[in-house]
């Protein structure tokens, strides 16, 4: 059996930044640093974090006074960006600056007094943090739509005053037939400039698509929390492709593979490359011949550390 490699895969820029941020406090502060929420959505990194001093928490309230907080890369409601303030906590924001640059338009389309539809996946942390950007003062709403569905029933006060945002780590495919129904019924509706999905969500799903081509059977590293793991994996489904989201090695079972010519491995953007390593080993232990990856986009963007973390 073959083992193939998409390109690009794993980590992004948010994710490096989010996990050197907890990492350069640990180094500077000690331990314990708090985080609200998992820095980002894996489970080996968010138990190596915990090793090294890391606390996450749900709320600020399981914070002490005095203390030092992270904020995850997905994001938070500007309360709990007062609630620190207030309480006056020693904070290093971790969130990804394309979710930041999402936040930024909604307040911008909260000032114009407009309606904003939000596509994005109900409960998670991004999404609760950007509708938490919205401020409903100045008169307008923040509507969540998850689906083509939604779009289809969406009631609206005013169609020329409406504006459009997404989740970043969503499908391009899906979110693409939502826009296209939101558009037909809404000619007016105001988008972004540059699409809220972020580069390394559009990058990881293309190289899964060109993936799929040539395997039939995929392999995506990442935990079930995970958005944008979970997308590449509805990839495979609707390719008609069998496809499995693993946290690890430990994960995989032996009857996936039983007279498959090829499996695909890729990994989320929060999946350390340690673990794809892992998943390799394990296929190579079952017969796999040693990997090839395939040629991909190349990736060079880097975000930089809140000034007080630079060395």
């Known amino acids: ?85 207030r309480r006056g906590l020693r904070v290093f924001d971790a969130t990804c600056p394309l979710v930041t640059k999402v936040h930024m338009e909604v307040q911008r389309y909260a000032r114009e007094g407009r309606d904003v539809i939000l596509i994005g996946h109900r409960g998670h942390p991004e999404v609760e943090g950007t509708m938490g950007r919205f401020d409903s003062s100045f008169g307008g709403r923040i509507l969540l739509i998850e689906n083509v569905e939604d779009a289809e029933r969406l009631e609206v006060r005013d169609p020329a005053r409406l504006a459009l945002v997404t989740q970043t780590t969503l499908s391009v495919d899906d979110t693409a037939d939502i826009v296209a129904v939101l558009r037909r019924r809404f000619p007016l509706l105001a988008v972004p400039r540059k699409e809220d999905i972020c580069y390394a969500t559009q990058n990881r799903q293309d190289a899964v698509k060109r993936l799929l081509e040539k395997c039939d059977v995929l392999v995506v590293v990442g935990s079930q929390s995970s958005s944008n793991s979970n997308r590449l994996r509805e990839i495979a489904d609707r390719r008609g492709v069998p496809g499995y989201l693993v946290d690890g090695p430990d994960d995989l079972r032996r009857e996936w593979f039983e007279g498959k010519r090829a499996v695909g491995v890729t990994a989320g953007a929060s999946a350390p490359e340690v673990l794809v390593h892992a998943v390799i080993e394990r296929l190579r232990a079952w017969g796999g011949e040693p990997p090839q990856e395939l040629t991909g986009r190349e990736e060079h963007v880097v975000f930089g550390l809140p000034r007080e973390l630079r060395r």
Do not use: K, W, Y
């Open 1 to 85: 059996m073959q083992i193939l490699l998409a390109n690009p895969r794993g980590f992004c820029a948010g994710v490096d930044r989010a996990i050197e941020i907890v990492e350069r406090a640990l180094e500077l502060f000690g331990a314990p640093i708090h985080v609200r929420h998992e820095v980002v959505h894996n489970r080996h990194v968010v138990e190596r974090l915990r090793s090294l001093g890391a606390v996450f928490v749900d709320e600020l309230d399981e914070v002490p006074d005095g203390a030092t907080v992270i904020f995850s890369a997905h994001g938070v409601p500007q309360s709990v960006e007062d609630e620190a303030a």
